[in-house]
């Protein structure tokens, strides 16, 4: 079985902050994992993946993420949060050999000036 | 390059009513995805498939038809729509192997 959880609802920074936004993830083997963005009335963009390889992952839009097996984390981070990050994040898990995914149910990012 | 586009965009139903929604992408993707989006529960996959001619149900598969006759398309079908299956549905598509999904814009759907 595989499983995201996103424990925040939503998470409130002041621009220029650091943020981040936590996901959590149970895999029965090895996991490939995701962030994406949503904004209004749009798809899911990508932001960054975990493969293999190095636990700091960097993407798009200054955006980074770390790995952490034995805490079974992807916590997603900024070092300096514009307004424009306002958005919904999705975390994701993939189970190295099935063809599905498991979304987290999004955290709400608000970066206030 | 489209690359996933979702049709129609917007749909009202009335209950008991049938619908397809057409996903298609022109990446020459092996695997595509239909999902629903509701407030507070993230993205629910509901049917995938894993090339032409093949689907698997997902984690909310009931009330919900699929095809995949070509590989640039994936087919959602409601056969009799309940106001429960009022949401967002998204499809997606990936070529294979620990590969982001692609995603459509999203079609938004109502059922009174």
């Known amino acids: 079985a595989q499983s995201v959880a996103q424990p925040e609802d939503q998470v409130n920074v002041a621009e220029g902050n650091p943020l981040t936004v936590k996901c959590t993830y149970s895999?029965?083997?090895?996991?490939?994992l995701f962030w994406y963005v949503q904004y209004p009335n749009r798809g899911l963009q990508f932001l960054l993946k975990y493969i293999t390889g190095d636990n700091l992952v960097k993407g798009s839009y200054g955006f980074e993420a770390e790995f952490n097996k034995s805490q079974t984390s992807f916590h997603l981070k900024k070092p300096s949060a514009l307004v424009s990050d306002s958005a919904l994040y999705f975390c994701a898990v993939r189970d190295m050999g099935r063809p599905d995914m498991r979304f987290g149910a999004g955290t709400r990012l608000t970066v206030k000036p | 390059n489209a690359g996933v586009t979702q049709t129609p965009k917007f749909r009202v139903l009335k209950t008991g009513q049938s619908m397809t929604l057409l996903c298609a992408q022109d990446?020459?993707?092996?695997?595509m995805y239909w999902y629903r989006q509701d407030p507070g529960m993230g993205l629910r996959l509901i049917h995938y498939s894993v090339g032409e001619g093949t689907t698997a149900k997902g984690e909310v598969p009931d009330g919900y038809n699929v095809s995949r006759l070509k590989k640039q398309n994936f087919l959602l079908g409601l056969e009799s729509a309940a106001p429960s299956q009022t949401s967002v549905y998204f499809c997606a598509s990936i070529m294979k192997g620990g590969q982001p999904q692609h995603f459509g814009d999203g079609t938004r759907l109502s059922i009174l």
């Open positions: 990446m020459n993707h092996e695997y």
């Open positions: 895999v029965s083997g090895n996991p490939y």
